[in-house]
């Protein structure tokens, strides 16, 4: 295995290890198919997803590609909040009550491919539930994006956002 894919690995295999709950918080999120697939399944399997990123962009170009995805995972009830203060740059996931992973890592293709990324992982009740914690108040300090607040999105924007799919392997 690259020692690229160990990343994006691990965060496939602690999705699909999910019984109960998954919180991603990341300022980038441009997932690829495994990544969205372990989500859908984990949406199928009951578990409860929850996806933490900016209300605020720091790059249009990857905030288009991002928000590209809303619908999607909209679609399989993933629940996407949009932290409204500054630009949130925290990048960890809770699986359960038991793991932890906190690190430098987004959720995203040039995270995995091209930096050199580094993430670690608590098995740890304690370690876990101060980021629960911790995800709470972003929670709280977010605006729950809504099916139908989503399907409002003029044409042009729509269009915007398919352009931006497209370049998504690129950014």
Not at 65 to 76: F, K, M, R
Not at 101 to 124: H, K, P, Q, T
Request: charged residues 20%; aromatic residues 10%; glycine residues 2%.
């Amino acid at each position: 295995t690259m020692p690229w894919k160990i990343n994006h690995c691990m965060f496939v295999d602690l999705i699909h290890s999910a019984r109960n709950r998954v919180v991603i918080t990341t300022p980038y999120f441009i997932p690829d198919e495994p990544l969205l697939q372990a989500l859908h399944t984990a949406r199928l399997r009951g578990v409860e997803v929850h996806l933490v990123v900016s209300k605020k962009a720091d790059q249009l170009i990857v905030s288009l590609a991002q928000q590209s995805y809303y619908e999607e995972l909209l679609d399989i009830d993933v629940r996407i909040h949009l932290y409204k203060y500054n630009f949130l740059h925290a990048k960890h996931m809770s699986i359960d009550d038991n793991i932890a992973l906190v690190g430098s890592s987004n959720m995203d293709i040039r995270s995995f491919a091209l930096n050199a990324e580094i993430s670690v992982i608590f098995y740890d009740q304690r370690v876990t539930a101060a980021l629960i914690a911790q995800q709470e108040l972003y929670f709280k300090s977010s605006e729950e994006l809504t099916h139908d607040e989503w399907d409002k999105r003029g044409s042009l924007r729509r269009m915007f956002h398919s352009i931006a799919r497209l370049l998504s392997p690129l950014l």
